[in-house]
């Protein structure tokens, strides 16, 4: 670890994906350190608030 300090999501997303985990293996790839199906889940919910509408600007329904 860094030690560096995460102020948005995209960064804390971003320091996860560039570290490797205490088995020196990519964290993603790690069975011990990889996120389960259900922690994915939890954090869909907790940080989908955060995500940016899609621009729709110009697009009307028919």
């Known amino acids: 670890m860094t030690g560096r300090l995460c ?8 320091a996860g994906w560039t570290e490797l985990c205490t088995h020196d293996a990519d964290p993603g790839e ?3 350190c990889g996120l ?8 869909v919910v907790l940080l989908g608030g955060l995500a940016e509408p899609a621009n729709t600007t110009g697009r009307h329904a028919a």
């Open 7 to 14: 102020r948005t999501a995209d960064e804390a997303f971003e």
């Open 30 to 32: 790690c069975p011990e």
């Open 36 to 43: 389960t199906d259900a922690e994915i889940s939890r954090f």
